[in-house]
Nanobody, 117 residues
Framework: QVQLAESGGGLVQAGGSLRLSCAASGSITGFNDMGWYRQAPGKQRELVASMTTNLVATYADSVKGRFTIFREDGKNTVSLQMNNLESEDTAVYYC???????????WGQGTQVTVSS
């Protein structure tokens, strides 16, 4: 059984910073891609940033230059440093672990990020 434990999130003013962290536990072997998705009210869930086990990162265009994802080599933990936050970043952020070459996804319970303008 794989579980994802999230921490971080909260309320911040526009231009501020927050950091999200996620740790995966359980039987996890082989190549995987771990990161964060977000879902704002009335919108579809979208990828924010992710990083593979060989430390290749992917970012949504809307967060490039503002968000940075960190992952330690060989570990199933990721952190997302979010700087210069905008009201459009307000959403529930979900930790995601994609295994078996993306065929299966595990999800965290979600954490709220609210950016006030």
């Amino acid at each position: 059984q794989v579980q994802l434990a999230e921490s971080g999130g909260g309320l911040v003013q526009a231009g501020g910073s927050l950091r999200l962290s996620c740790a995966a536990s359980g039987s996890i072997t082989g190549f995987n891609d771990m990161g964060w998705y977000r879902q704002a009210p009335g919108k579809q869930r979208e990828l924010v940033a992710s990083m593979t086990t060989n430390l290749v990162a992917t970012y949504a265009d809307s967060v490039k230059g503002r968000f940075t994802i960190f992952r330690e080599d060989g570990k199933n933990t990721v952190s997302l440093q979010m700087n210069n936050l905008e009201s459009e970043d307000t959403a529930v952020y979900y930790c995601n672990l994609a295994v078996n070459w993306g065929r299966y996804h595990y999800w965290g319970q979600g954490t709220q990020v609210t950016v006030s303008s």
